[in-house]
């Protein structure tokens, strides 16, 4: 399956990782690296344009089967930020979202549009039956997008996430099922 662009809007649209977004991604983070690395532990790790790269050629280069969606968001024609599917399990059709924005992109909904939109691929494209999103107990913000979107809060799992040598940090994990977004909790589908 090929998708190259998600549109949500005509100034916001997920476009596929591709190996020419490097740059965008280590720009973003270079130039956010407080912001960003308070809840994003690759950051640390990020030291140059080649860093990005690898990562992104990771992701592009994955065989068919194995694909993770990754998608660059895009606001306005710029470089916003990153949202898509990891640790896919294709036998039992479950994955989760991962994301994350630039500050300046921030407390416009930009992100929660991203992943609603994810979520409608997750469960329409990709045949999902359950979608997961985990965040930091403390990253309110992160945590408003699941709450929005009709995710249910499942527990927390303990040090779940390694941020750097010696320190763990624990992880709400909320879920959303297929057969949740028929219900009126949920504020996927819209009619």
Same mark, same amino acid.
């Given at each position: 399956m090929e998708? /190259?662009?998600?549109?949500i809007?005509? +100034?916001?649209?997920l #476009?596929?990782? /591709? *190996? =020419?977004d490097a /740059?965008?991604?280590? #720009?973003?983070? +270079?130039? $956010? !690296?407080e912001y960003l690395g308070e809840w994003l532990p690759f950051v640390e790790f990020t030291k140059s344009v080649k860093d990005s790269l690898d990562y992104v050629n990771s992701v592009?280069?994955?065989p068919e089967g194995c694909k993770e969606w990754q998608f660059s968001v895009f606001c306005g024609g710029d470089f916003a930020g990153l949202a898509g599917f990891k640790g896919t +399990? !294709? *036998? =039992? !059709?479950?994955?989760e979202i991962g994301y994350w924005l630039k500050e +300046?992109? $921030?407390h416009r909904g930009i992100m929660t549009e991203a992943v609603r939109a994810l979520i409608k691929f997750g469960f329409s494209e990709l045949g999902l039956n359950r979608i997961q999103i985990k965040c930091a107990p403390e990253n309110v913000k992160s945590n408003k997008i699941p709450q929005r979107l009709g995710f249910h809060l499942e527990g927390i799992e303990r040090e779940s996430e390694f941020v750097k040598e010696g320190v763990f940090r624990d992880a709400n994990v909320w879920s959303l099922l297929k057969k949740d977004i028929n219900s009126q909790r949920c504020y996927v589908v819209t009619p």
């Amino acid at each position: 399956m090929e998708v /190259e662009i998600i549109k949500i809007s005509d +100034d916001l649209y997920l #476009k596929s990782l /591709e *190996l =020419n977004d490097a /740059e965008h991604i280590f #720009k973003a983070v +270079d130039s $956010q !690296r407080e912001y960003l690395g308070e809840w994003l532990p690759f950051v640390e790790f990020t030291k140059s344009v080649k860093d990005s790269l690898d990562y992104v050629n990771s992701v592009v280069t994955m065989p068919e089967g194995c694909k993770e969606w990754q998608f660059s968001v895009f606001c306005g024609g710029d470089f916003a930020g990153l949202a898509g599917f990891k640790g896919t +399990d !294709r *036998l =039992n !059709r479950k994955s989760e979202i991962g994301y994350w924005l630039k500050e +300046d992109f $921030q407390h416009r909904g930009i992100m929660t549009e991203a992943v609603r939109a994810l979520i409608k691929f997750g469960f329409s494209e990709l045949g999902l039956n359950r979608i997961q999103i985990k965040c930091a107990p403390e990253n309110v913000k992160s945590n408003k997008i699941p709450q929005r979107l009709g995710f249910h809060l499942e527990g927390i799992e303990r040090e779940s996430e390694f941020v750097k040598e010696g320190v763990f940090r624990d992880a709400n994990v909320w879920s959303l099922l297929k057969k949740d977004i028929n219900s009126q909790r949920c504020y996927v589908v819209t009619p």
